[in-house]
């Protein structure tokens, strides 16, 4: 049986997560071991944060000397590395939940990722060129936005959009408030409106009263919503270390493993899903490899807790430990409850090559297929399934399971967003599998988005089809299972027609 994440009382282990302020590490190829604790009168490096979106053609530049590589989810963002979008577009996640997004074309450092001696984490993200969004959450946490000769201080609870063009910036301030420091002095930028920077011209901006709208707002607002609305379930939501746990809720759900206790499984998985099988390391020189899962919530399960198999169900994560950040191993228990490591990295560092995949075996994608439906397949464990606008998915994942695939009617005429560089408003491609210049675990033809300049009808979440508007209903037809689309909406098992 299934449970809900947040009414688990188990899931009281996972405040643990609150304590570990100081992140650990494995060394390369060995046990993991804690890092070297900063001297209370310094600020702590050891922060990473999440890639936790990648749609369409992204490149980041680890600082590792590797320059620019193909971006995929869920890989460590470390201080003074820098990500860009092409013709696609991203999202970072930060420890307290707050999220960066990038539109096509965007060009972002990280040229500060501090945490300070009382725990408070210090952000600056300067932006180089293209359109940003950032939602800040009511915590503690600084957040900072460099552009030109400008800082933006970001409030608690706020939401902007800056577009940094070669001569000219517009700071746009959707809730709360920012404060502005440059050459001509200090100003707030309050709740709706709009600052508009001459970036030749150090006079002070001109303020307009209003917040445009762009194409991108809409993805840009779901996102946001959707962290929200997923992260409030869990018991992680005021822990130090809350990013990712959304997309946990989002795509699995903590079951009663019997002799094996409570534990966490993703959706579309059987009792035969490896959650070993694929993956990359990623080589980080001071702290070694680091393993990046492709499944959509693949971060936290892989940097905290352990992996158990247990027979008849197959494998399941429950929370426990430390937080392990840079060099992490995915961790599972063994005979006696003894920790081991089911994937190991590379024995050395690597020769011109810094992220080494590993497949055992193939990697199921669920996608969309014929006559606007998506197909979930079984033991894709969620990979290639678009972030929440699909309604909920324990239905669905019953019938793919016992089935080996579902499939449900969807509106998005695109199977994935590709604008061209500078053009925003730009109809949508299909592509089908990934691109040159993507991440072999970039799920291309998979990801669902309103296409820019292509707005779902009105009442209607990009993803459900004309005769499914709004969220899940209980009333939804889903072959053998209930739930998973709206009601009207007609889901079936197998190959769709």
């Not at 304590?19 to 804690?34: I, N, S, V």
């Amino acid at each position: 049986m299934r449970i809900s994440y947040g009414t688990i009382p188990a899931l009281a282990a996972m405040a643990l997560l609150s304590t570990a302020f100081a992140a650990q590490q494995a060394a390369p190829g060995g046990d993991a071991a804690p890092q070297a604790t900063a001297p209370f009168h310094a600020n702590s490096k050891v922060r990473i944060v999440r890639l936790s979106e990648v749609k369409g053609e992204v490149q980041l530049d680890r600082s590792t000397g590797q320059g620019f590589e193909p971006a995929m989810a869920n890989i460590p963002i470390i201080e003074n590395a820098q990500l860009q979008t092409s013709t696609g577009a991203a999202e970072v996640e930060f420890e307290d939940n707050s999220t960066l997004r990038l539109g096509p074309d965007s060009l972002v450092k990280f040229p500060q990722l501090e945490m300070q001696p009382s725990g408070v984490k210090v952000s600056t993200i300067a932006v180089e060129k293209g359109m940003v969004y950032l939602s800040r959450l009511n915590t503690k946490d600084e957040f900072t936005i460099a552009f030109g000769q400008e800082k933006v201080y970001l409030e608690p609870a706020s939401h902007i959009r800056l577009e940094v063009e070669p001569t000219e910036a517009k700071l746009a301030v959707f809730e709360g408030s920012a404060k502005v420091e440059g050459p001509s002095g200090g100003v707030e930028a309050a709740k709706k409106k709009t600052l508009v920077f001459n970036l030749a011209d150090p006079n002070a901006p001109v303020v307009a009263k209003n917040v445009s709208s762009d194409p991108f707002d809409s993805w840009d607002h779901d996102s946001a919503d959707y962290h929200k609305r997923y992260v409030a379930q869990s018991a992680l939501a005021s822990t130090p270390y809350s990013y990712g746990v959304s997309d946990m809720m989002y795509y699995g759900s903590f079951i009663n493993g019997g002799s094996c206790g409570m534990m966490w499984q993703p959706y579309f998985a059987s009792a035969g899903w490896d959650p070993f099988a694929n993956g990359a390391w990623a080589y980080y020189p001071g702290a070694g490899y680091s393993w990046v899962s492709p499944y959509p919530w693949g971060w936290t399960p892989y940097h905290y807790g352990n992996w158990v198999s247990c027979p008849g169900m197959g494998w399941g994560w429950q929370p426990g430990g430390s937080w392990y950040g840079l060099g992490n191993q995915p961790t599972a228990l063994g005979s006696g409850g003894l920790p081991v490591h089911p994937v190991q990295p590379p024995s050395r560092a690597p020769i011109g090559r810094a992220i080494v995949l590993v497949n055992s075996q193939p990697l199921t994608r669920s996608a969309y297929g014929s006559s606007d439906t998506f197909v979930f397949r079984k033991d894709s464990a969620g990979f290639g399934v678009p972030r929440g606008s699909l309604g909920k998915l324990d239905g669905l994942s019953r019938d793919a399971v016992h089935h080996g695939s579902s499939f449900i009617p969807v509106y998005s005429p695109y199977s994935s967003w590709y604008s061209q560089p500078g053009s925003r408003g730009a109809q949508a491609t299909i592509v089908q599998g990934p691109r040159p210049g993507m991440s072999p675990y970039h799920p291309a033809g998979a990801q669902a988005a309103t296409p820019t300049g292509t707005m779902a009808p009105s009442g209607m979440q990009p993803g459900y089809s004309s005769s499914s508007m709004g969220p899940a209903s209980s009333g939804a037809r889903m072959g053998t299972g209930t739930g998973g689309a709206s009601s009207g909406a007609r889901a079936g098992t197998g190959s769709p027609k």
